[in-house]
């Protein structure tokens, strides 16, 4: 079985581009949530998504967005990128919005 | 403010030579605690879950156990392969938000 899946694996941006990050879930899953990473930190909560409705937003700027689709893959998009936003960058997958989490190998995002 | 400690922040251990890791919350209205190992660079793997004091979960040379304050993850006769960051995180009551609260993680080195 696949797990979760998010793609690009790097990303390299400039400041003030845009970027869009995507995440697959585990198939049967209807819950993803998103995470930043900051290299010796723990992760961050960004945004979780159920059955497409934002069900929890972390203490993250207007310029992080994020979306569900109907076949519940996300993406999550990054506006007027600063140095700080670089980072690796998880999406987690799981059945219900409260139960166990499994993560994707994550994307590394370096704005330069 | 909801907490979520670990401790020692590093810890090195000779081949075989069992401890156990520390997670402490201050959180209200625990909900679940989560496990997970994170090699460098990778997302982190899904260990155990634990969700009322006394419980006590096993795989392999880990053993994860729960109170009313902390959690403790003990490692027997660990293997070099052990060697990673061992991350706890903590579900808290909050309306509909589901985010996870982590800790910053242990790093583990396991020398042969």
């Known amino acids: 079985d696949a797990g979760v899946t998010q793609s690009p694996t790097h990303l390299i941006k400039t400041r003030g581009q845009q970027v869009t990050l995507r995440c697959s879930p585990i198939s049967g899953h209807k819950s993803v949530s998103w995470y930043q990473q900051v290299l010796g930190q723990g992760p961050q909560f960004i945004f979780q998504?159920?059955?497409?409705?934002?069900?929890g937003r972390g203490n993250f700027p207007d310029r992080f967005s994020a979306r569900q689709f109907p076949n519940y893959s996300s993406e999550l998009n990054v506006n007027a990128l600063l140095l700080g936003d670089s980072a690796l960058y998880l999406c987690a997958s799981s059945f219900l919005a409260n139960t166990e989490a499994f993560f994707g190998q994550g994307t590394r995002l370096t704005v330069v | 403010e909801d907490q979520v400690t670990q401790s020692p922040e590093a810890l090195r251990l000779q081949e075989g030579e069992s401890s156990s890791l520390n997670c402490s919350y201050t959180v209200s209205g625990l909900r679940g605690l989560f496990w997970y190992r994170q090699d460098p660079g990778k997302g982190p793997e899904f260990l155990f879950t634990l969700y009322s004091a006394g419980e006590e979960k096993e795989k392999e040379r880990l053993k994860a156990t729960l109170t009313k304050k902390e959690s403790f993850l003990h490692i027997t006769a660990p293997k070099p392969e052990d060697s990673a960051t061992y991350l706890c995180?903590?579900?808290?009551?909050?309306?509909?938000?589901?985010?996870?609260?982590w800790g910053l993680g242990t790093s583990l080195a396991v020398n042969p």
């Open positions: 995180a903590v579900q808290a009551e909050a309306g509909n938000n589901r985010k996870l609260i």
């Open positions: 998504y159920y059955e497409k409705e934002e069900r």
